[in-house]
DNA sequence: AACATTATGTTATATTGTAACATTTATAAC
DNA sequence: GTTATAAATGTTACAATATAACATAATGTT
Protein backbone atom coordinates (compact mmCIF):
# COMPACT_ATOMS: atom_id res chain seq x y z
CA UNK A 1 0.00 0.00 0.00
CA UNK A 2 1.26 3.40 -0.82
CA UNK A 3 -0.16 6.92 -0.03
CA UNK A 4 -0.53 9.32 -3.27
CA UNK A 5 0.72 12.30 -2.22
CA UNK A 6 1.25 14.66 -4.90
CA UNK A 7 5.63 14.57 -5.15
CA UNK A 8 5.24 18.44 -4.73
CA UNK A 9 3.87 18.07 -0.92
CA UNK A 10 6.98 16.08 -0.30
CA UNK A 11 9.63 18.54 -1.20
CA UNK A 12 10.90 20.94 1.69
CA UNK A 13 9.73 24.12 1.75
CA UNK A 14 12.47 26.16 2.50
CA UNK A 15 11.45 29.68 1.57
CA UNK A 16 10.66 30.36 5.08
CA UNK A 17 9.97 33.93 4.33
CA UNK A 18 6.04 35.81 3.88
CA UNK A 19 5.69 34.54 0.52
CA UNK A 20 1.97 35.77 0.01
CA UNK A 21 4.10 39.27 -0.47
CA UNK A 22 6.04 37.89 -2.92
CA UNK A 23 2.90 36.98 -4.89
CA UNK A 24 1.05 40.20 -4.17
CA UNK A 25 3.83 42.41 -5.50
CA UNK A 26 4.39 40.55 -8.20
CA UNK A 27 1.05 40.99 -10.00
CA UNK A 28 0.99 44.51 -9.08
CA UNK A 29 4.28 45.00 -10.56
CA UNK A 30 3.01 42.95 -13.47
CA UNK A 31 -0.13 44.69 -14.04
CA UNK A 32 1.11 48.30 -13.52
CA UNK A 33 3.74 47.39 -16.05
CA UNK A 34 0.96 46.03 -18.23
CA UNK A 35 -0.64 49.42 -17.81
CA UNK A 36 2.17 51.40 -18.62
CA UNK A 37 2.86 49.64 -21.70
CA UNK A 38 -0.65 48.90 -23.08
CA UNK A 39 -0.06 45.13 -22.96
CA UNK A 40 -3.56 43.13 -21.32
CA UNK A 41 -2.57 41.26 -18.55
CA UNK A 42 -6.09 38.86 -19.54
CA UNK A 43 -7.36 36.54 -16.88
CA UNK A 44 -5.14 33.59 -17.96
CA UNK A 45 -2.14 35.30 -18.58
CA UNK A 46 -2.82 36.65 -15.13
CA UNK A 47 -3.69 33.28 -13.69
CA UNK A 48 -0.22 31.48 -15.22
CA UNK A 49 1.44 34.43 -13.49
CA UNK A 50 -0.12 33.68 -10.14
CA UNK A 51 0.41 30.17 -10.60
CA UNK A 52 3.98 30.31 -11.52
CA UNK A 53 4.27 32.45 -8.11
CA UNK A 54 2.68 30.17 -5.95
CA UNK A 55 6.37 28.97 -4.88
CA UNK A 56 10.20 29.75 -6.11
CA UNK A 57 10.01 26.51 -8.07
CA UNK A 58 10.09 26.74 -11.76
CA UNK A 59 6.98 25.05 -12.88
CA UNK A 60 6.34 22.56 -16.12
CA UNK A 61 4.00 23.82 -18.46
CA UNK A 62 2.09 21.00 -18.37
CA UNK A 63 1.66 21.16 -14.56
CA UNK A 64 0.34 24.63 -14.95
CA UNK A 65 -2.17 23.16 -17.88
CA UNK A 66 -3.08 20.80 -14.91
CA UNK A 67 -3.71 23.76 -12.53
CA UNK A 68 -5.67 25.66 -14.79
CA UNK A 69 -8.13 23.22 -16.36
CA UNK A 70 -10.47 23.16 -13.24
CA UNK A 71 -10.75 26.81 -13.53
CA UNK A 72 -10.92 27.10 -17.45
CA UNK A 73 -12.34 23.87 -19.20
CA UNK A 74 -11.37 24.95 -22.86
CA UNK A 75 -7.47 25.24 -21.93
CA UNK A 76 -5.19 23.18 -23.91
CA UNK A 77 -1.81 22.78 -24.17
CA UNK A 78 -1.96 26.09 -26.50
CA UNK A 79 -3.79 28.41 -24.34
CA UNK A 80 -0.65 28.04 -21.56
CA UNK A 81 2.20 28.35 -24.26
CA UNK A 82 0.69 31.24 -25.77
CA UNK A 83 0.34 32.66 -22.04
CA UNK A 84 4.17 32.15 -21.21
CA UNK A 85 5.00 33.44 -24.97
CA UNK A 86 3.48 36.63 -23.23
CA UNK A 87 4.61 36.97 -20.59
CA UNK A 88 8.37 35.80 -21.17
CA UNK A 89 7.57 39.00 -23.55
CA UNK A 90 6.86 41.00 -20.96
CA UNK A 91 9.62 40.12 -18.84
CA UNK A 92 7.32 39.01 -16.25
CA UNK A 93 8.90 35.44 -16.04
CA UNK A 94 11.87 33.18 -17.50
CA UNK A 95 12.36 30.07 -18.84
CA UNK A 96 14.42 27.80 -17.26
CA UNK A 97 16.40 26.25 -20.34
CA UNK A 98 18.05 23.11 -18.15
CA UNK A 99 14.40 22.37 -17.08
CA UNK A 100 11.77 23.30 -19.88
CA UNK A 101 10.54 25.16 -17.21
CA UNK A 102 9.61 28.56 -16.27
CA UNK A 103 9.75 30.74 -12.93
CA UNK A 104 8.36 34.44 -12.05
CA UNK A 105 11.01 36.84 -12.55
CA UNK A 106 11.39 39.56 -9.75
CA UNK A 107 14.23 41.68 -11.00
CA UNK A 108 13.01 44.70 -9.43
CA UNK A 109 14.88 46.85 -12.06
CA UNK A 110 13.64 44.75 -15.25
CA UNK A 111 17.43 43.88 -15.63
CA UNK A 112 16.71 40.51 -17.22
CA UNK A 113 20.48 39.51 -17.56
CA UNK A 114 20.87 37.31 -14.62
CA UNK A 115 22.05 34.30 -13.04
CA UNK A 116 19.88 31.52 -12.28
CA UNK A 117 20.86 29.48 -8.95
CA UNK A 118 18.97 26.17 -9.16
CA UNK A 119 18.68 23.95 -6.31
CA UNK A 120 18.43 20.15 -7.65
CA UNK A 121 17.17 19.25 -3.99
CA UNK A 122 14.29 21.45 -2.57
CA UNK A 123 13.95 22.23 -6.77
CA UNK A 124 13.81 26.41 -5.83
CA UNK A 125 15.17 28.73 -8.15
CA UNK A 126 16.94 32.30 -7.17
CA UNK A 127 17.75 34.81 -9.65
CA UNK A 128 20.91 36.97 -9.05
CA UNK A 129 21.81 39.96 -11.29
CA UNK A 130 25.48 38.80 -10.46
CA UNK A 131 27.09 42.11 -12.53
CA UNK A 132 30.80 40.99 -12.00
CA UNK A 133 29.63 37.95 -13.86
CA UNK A 134 27.77 40.00 -16.45
CA UNK A 135 30.84 42.16 -17.18
CA UNK A 136 32.92 39.17 -17.25
CA UNK A 137 30.78 37.69 -20.10
CA UNK A 138 30.85 40.90 -21.70
CA UNK A 139 34.04 41.12 -22.11
CA UNK A 140 34.55 37.10 -23.36
CA UNK A 141 31.81 38.17 -25.91
CA UNK A 142 33.58 41.40 -27.20
CA UNK A 143 36.89 39.24 -27.52
CA UNK A 144 35.10 36.77 -29.32
CA UNK A 145 33.39 39.56 -31.49
CA UNK A 146 29.93 38.31 -30.74
CA UNK A 147 26.85 39.98 -30.61
CA UNK A 148 24.20 38.89 -27.75
CA UNK A 149 20.63 38.52 -28.02
CA UNK A 150 19.83 36.36 -25.45
CA UNK A 151 21.94 34.88 -22.13
CA UNK A 152 21.04 31.84 -20.39
CA UNK A 153 23.35 31.45 -17.52
CA UNK A 154 22.24 28.49 -15.40
CA UNK A 155 23.54 26.73 -12.43
CA UNK A 156 22.68 23.54 -10.92
CA UNK A 157 23.71 22.34 -7.50
CA UNK A 158 22.85 22.73 -4.10
CA UNK A 159 21.29 25.41 -2.18
CA UNK A 160 23.43 26.86 1.28
CA UNK A 161 20.56 25.22 3.05
CA UNK A 162 20.01 22.00 1.16
CA UNK A 163 23.49 21.87 1.28
CA UNK A 164 23.76 22.38 5.35
CA UNK A 165 20.94 19.41 5.44
CA UNK A 166 23.62 17.62 3.44
CA UNK A 167 26.66 17.46 5.47
CA UNK A 168 24.75 17.14 8.54
CA UNK A 169 23.66 13.67 7.02
CA UNK A 170 20.21 14.61 6.14
CA UNK A 171 20.23 14.45 2.73
CA UNK A 172 18.17 11.97 0.34
CA UNK A 173 20.83 10.04 -2.80
CA UNK A 174 18.96 12.48 -5.49
CA UNK A 175 20.83 15.63 -5.04
CA UNK A 176 23.84 14.55 -7.25
CA UNK A 177 22.20 15.78 -10.59
CA UNK B 1 7.85 24.00 -57.96
CA UNK B 2 10.19 24.29 -55.28
CA UNK B 3 13.79 22.37 -54.65
CA UNK B 4 13.92 19.74 -52.33
CA UNK B 5 16.91 20.86 -50.55
CA UNK B 6 18.10 19.56 -46.88
CA UNK B 7 17.91 22.76 -44.83
CA UNK B 8 21.66 22.24 -43.61
CA UNK B 9 22.88 22.69 -46.98
CA UNK B 10 21.41 25.70 -47.18
CA UNK B 11 23.48 27.68 -44.04
CA UNK B 12 26.80 29.42 -44.64
CA UNK B 13 29.31 26.87 -43.89
CA UNK B 14 31.61 29.43 -42.13
CA UNK B 15 34.03 26.88 -40.11
CA UNK B 16 36.64 27.81 -43.12
CA UNK B 17 39.35 25.64 -41.61
CA UNK B 18 40.37 21.95 -42.24
CA UNK B 19 37.43 20.67 -40.47
CA UNK B 20 38.78 16.99 -41.08
CA UNK B 21 41.34 17.94 -38.82
CA UNK B 22 39.23 18.68 -35.98
CA UNK B 23 36.95 15.07 -36.88
CA UNK B 24 40.05 13.28 -36.37
CA UNK B 25 41.86 14.77 -33.35
CA UNK B 26 38.26 14.37 -31.85
CA UNK B 27 38.09 11.06 -32.51
CA UNK B 28 41.55 9.69 -31.69
CA UNK B 29 41.18 11.86 -28.37
CA UNK B 30 37.75 9.74 -27.56
CA UNK B 31 39.44 6.62 -27.84
CA UNK B 32 42.75 7.44 -26.04
CA UNK B 33 40.60 8.97 -23.56
CA UNK B 34 38.06 5.49 -23.35
CA UNK B 35 41.33 3.52 -23.34
CA UNK B 36 42.61 4.87 -20.75
CA UNK B 37 39.52 4.72 -18.25
CA UNK B 38 38.59 1.15 -19.79
CA UNK B 39 35.58 2.51 -21.16
CA UNK B 40 33.98 1.20 -24.62
CA UNK B 41 33.70 3.26 -27.41
CA UNK B 42 31.38 0.84 -29.31
CA UNK B 43 30.49 1.35 -33.07
CA UNK B 44 27.05 3.31 -31.69
CA UNK B 45 28.93 6.10 -29.77
CA UNK B 46 31.73 6.62 -31.78
CA UNK B 47 29.19 7.09 -35.06
CA UNK B 48 27.16 9.64 -33.00
CA UNK B 49 30.67 11.16 -31.90
CA UNK B 50 31.93 11.30 -35.73
CA UNK B 51 28.01 12.32 -36.58
CA UNK B 52 28.12 15.30 -34.33
CA UNK B 53 31.45 16.11 -35.01
CA UNK B 54 30.41 16.75 -38.73
CA UNK B 55 30.45 20.54 -38.04
CA UNK B 56 30.22 22.96 -35.48
CA UNK B 57 27.02 23.35 -35.36
CA UNK B 58 24.34 21.51 -32.40
CA UNK B 59 22.82 18.74 -33.54
CA UNK B 60 19.21 17.65 -32.41
CA UNK B 61 18.82 13.64 -30.90
CA UNK B 62 16.82 13.06 -34.34
CA UNK B 63 18.54 14.34 -36.78
CA UNK B 64 21.34 11.85 -35.58
CA UNK B 65 18.76 9.06 -35.28
CA UNK B 66 17.82 9.91 -39.16
CA UNK B 67 21.41 9.70 -40.33
CA UNK B 68 22.21 6.24 -37.78
CA UNK B 69 19.50 4.70 -39.41
CA UNK B 70 20.64 3.84 -42.69
CA UNK B 71 23.55 2.29 -41.19
CA UNK B 72 22.31 0.85 -38.05
CA UNK B 73 18.79 0.00 -39.21
CA UNK B 74 17.73 -1.55 -35.86
CA UNK B 75 18.71 2.35 -34.52
CA UNK B 76 15.77 3.61 -32.18
CA UNK B 77 15.58 6.98 -29.94
CA UNK B 78 16.99 4.79 -27.09
CA UNK B 79 19.96 3.74 -29.71
CA UNK B 80 20.64 7.60 -29.87
CA UNK B 81 20.36 8.68 -26.62
CA UNK B 82 22.14 6.06 -24.71
CA UNK B 83 25.36 7.10 -26.97
CA UNK B 84 24.58 10.53 -26.12
CA UNK B 85 24.69 9.95 -22.21
CA UNK B 86 27.85 7.47 -22.38
CA UNK B 87 29.30 10.72 -24.24
CA UNK B 88 27.89 13.28 -22.04
CA UNK B 89 29.38 11.08 -19.13
CA UNK B 90 32.62 10.40 -20.78
CA UNK B 91 32.85 14.68 -21.00
CA UNK B 92 33.38 13.89 -24.93
CA UNK B 93 30.23 16.20 -25.70
CA UNK B 94 27.84 18.75 -24.47
CA UNK B 95 24.13 18.95 -24.41
CA UNK B 96 23.27 22.71 -25.21
CA UNK B 97 20.17 22.99 -22.81
CA UNK B 98 18.82 25.90 -24.97
CA UNK B 99 18.33 24.38 -27.95
CA UNK B 100 17.68 20.99 -26.96
CA UNK B 101 20.98 19.47 -29.15
CA UNK B 102 24.34 18.36 -28.76
CA UNK B 103 27.71 19.24 -29.79
CA UNK B 104 31.20 17.74 -29.71
CA UNK B 105 33.09 19.04 -26.71
CA UNK B 106 36.67 19.98 -27.73
CA UNK B 107 37.74 21.24 -24.32
CA UNK B 108 41.49 20.15 -25.03
CA UNK B 109 42.60 19.59 -21.04
CA UNK B 110 39.39 18.47 -20.16
CA UNK B 111 37.82 21.67 -18.41
CA UNK B 112 34.43 21.11 -18.76
CA UNK B 113 33.28 24.39 -17.30
CA UNK B 114 32.59 26.73 -20.08
CA UNK B 115 30.67 29.00 -22.01
CA UNK B 116 28.99 28.61 -25.35
CA UNK B 117 28.19 30.99 -27.85
CA UNK B 118 25.50 29.57 -30.08
CA UNK B 119 24.97 31.76 -33.95
CA UNK B 120 21.87 32.25 -34.39
CA UNK B 121 22.10 32.28 -38.31
CA UNK B 122 24.72 30.22 -39.05
CA UNK B 123 24.29 27.87 -36.13
CA UNK B 124 27.62 27.61 -35.23
CA UNK B 125 28.65 27.19 -31.46
CA UNK B 126 31.69 27.60 -30.30
CA UNK B 127 32.95 26.83 -26.69
CA UNK B 128 34.99 28.92 -24.63
CA UNK B 129 36.64 27.88 -21.45
CA UNK B 130 36.20 32.09 -20.37
CA UNK B 131 38.00 31.56 -17.39
CA UNK B 132 37.51 34.88 -16.05
CA UNK B 133 33.63 34.51 -16.19
CA UNK B 134 33.94 31.10 -14.40
CA UNK B 135 35.39 32.85 -11.77
CA UNK B 136 33.48 35.76 -11.45
CA UNK B 137 30.62 33.08 -11.14
CA UNK B 138 32.59 30.98 -8.61
CA UNK B 139 32.26 34.10 -6.49
CA UNK B 140 28.76 35.06 -7.16
CA UNK B 141 27.94 31.32 -5.82
CA UNK B 142 30.27 31.55 -3.10
CA UNK B 143 28.14 34.45 -1.84
CA UNK B 144 25.32 32.70 -2.49
CA UNK B 145 26.22 29.37 -0.26
CA UNK B 146 25.48 27.35 -3.29
CA UNK B 147 27.19 24.21 -4.02
CA UNK B 148 27.70 23.65 -7.72
CA UNK B 149 26.97 20.60 -9.72
CA UNK B 150 26.80 21.67 -12.85
CA UNK B 151 26.86 25.18 -14.93
CA UNK B 152 24.97 26.04 -18.37
CA UNK B 153 26.33 29.46 -19.95
CA UNK B 154 24.83 29.43 -23.08
CA UNK B 155 24.89 33.06 -25.28
CA UNK B 156 22.72 33.23 -27.93
CA UNK B 157 23.25 36.09 -30.78
CA UNK B 158 25.67 36.91 -33.97
CA UNK B 159 28.57 35.62 -34.62
CA UNK B 160 31.18 37.71 -35.49
CA UNK B 161 30.91 36.59 -39.28
CA UNK B 162 27.74 36.46 -38.88
CA UNK B 163 26.98 39.86 -37.52
CA UNK B 164 29.64 41.47 -40.56
CA UNK B 165 27.11 40.03 -43.02
CA UNK B 166 24.33 41.67 -41.08
CA UNK B 167 25.88 45.20 -41.05
CA UNK B 168 26.67 44.98 -44.96
CA UNK B 169 23.13 44.41 -45.31
CA UNK B 170 23.32 40.65 -46.50
CA UNK B 171 21.27 39.67 -43.50
CA UNK B 172 18.14 37.79 -43.83
CA UNK B 173 14.89 38.31 -41.11
CA UNK B 174 15.60 35.41 -39.15
CA UNK B 175 18.52 36.41 -37.00
CA UNK B 176 16.82 38.55 -34.44
CA UNK B 177 16.41 35.04 -31.97
C1' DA C 1 32.12 -23.40 -19.60
C1' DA C 2 29.43 -20.62 -16.25
C1' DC C 3 28.43 -16.48 -14.59
C1' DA C 4 28.08 -11.51 -14.21
C1' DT C 5 28.15 -7.20 -16.42
C1' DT C 6 27.46 -4.16 -20.02
C1' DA C 7 25.43 -2.90 -24.25
C1' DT C 8 21.89 -3.14 -27.51
C1' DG C 9 17.17 -4.44 -29.43
C1' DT C 10 12.40 -3.63 -29.10
C1' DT C 11 7.91 -1.94 -27.90
C1' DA C 12 5.35 1.28 -26.02
C1' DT C 13 4.46 5.55 -24.11
C1' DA C 14 5.42 9.97 -21.66
C1' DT C 15 6.62 14.71 -22.14
C1' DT C 16 7.18 19.04 -24.41
C1' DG C 17 5.86 22.13 -27.96
C1' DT C 18 3.66 24.02 -32.53
C1' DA C 19 0.81 24.69 -36.72
C1' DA C 20 -3.31 25.98 -38.68
C1' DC C 21 -7.62 27.66 -38.84
C1' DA C 22 -12.14 28.99 -36.46
C1' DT C 23 -14.30 31.85 -33.17
C1' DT C 24 -14.66 35.26 -29.79
C1' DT C 25 -13.49 39.47 -27.51
C1' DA C 26 -11.58 43.95 -27.24
C1' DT C 27 -10.16 48.29 -29.40
C1' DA C 28 -10.44 51.94 -32.80
C1' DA C 29 -12.79 54.49 -36.38
C1' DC C 30 -16.56 56.25 -38.05
C1' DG D 1 -23.77 52.67 -31.35
C1' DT D 2 -22.31 50.23 -35.36
C1' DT D 3 -18.71 48.67 -38.12
C1' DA D 4 -14.07 47.52 -39.16
C1' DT D 5 -9.76 45.95 -37.29
C1' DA D 6 -6.79 43.75 -34.40
C1' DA D 7 -5.85 40.82 -30.58
C1' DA D 8 -6.80 36.92 -27.93
C1' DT D 9 -8.64 32.51 -27.31
C1' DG D 10 -10.82 27.95 -28.82
C1' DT D 11 -10.01 23.77 -31.14
C1' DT D 12 -8.03 20.00 -33.61
C1' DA D 13 -4.32 17.75 -34.95
C1' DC D 14 0.24 16.61 -34.81
C1' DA D 15 5.45 17.28 -34.42
C1' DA D 16 9.43 16.91 -31.68
C1' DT D 17 11.86 15.37 -27.67
C1' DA D 18 12.68 11.83 -24.31
C1' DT D 19 12.18 7.73 -21.20
C1' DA D 20 10.55 3.21 -19.12
C1' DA D 21 10.61 -1.53 -19.12
C1' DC D 22 11.84 -5.77 -20.44
C1' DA D 23 14.20 -9.02 -23.89
C1' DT D 24 18.35 -10.35 -26.15
C1' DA D 25 23.14 -10.25 -27.33
C1' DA D 26 27.91 -9.28 -26.59
C1' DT D 27 31.73 -8.85 -23.58
C1' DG D 28 34.52 -9.65 -19.60
C1' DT D 29 35.63 -12.56 -15.45
C1' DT D 30 36.25 -16.69 -12.86
Redesign the pocket.
Known sequence: MTIDVPIIEQLPELSNHDHGGCIAKAIRTAEQLCIDR???L????RKVLELLWESHRAV????LLDRIKPL????????V???L??LIEQGLIH?VESL??FIGCNCSDHQHELLLLICNRCQEVEERPALEVMEAVAKEIEQAGFHVHRKAIEIHGLCAQCAQLSTTGLSSQSDLI
Open positions: GARTPIRKAYDETSAKPATYRADFRNA
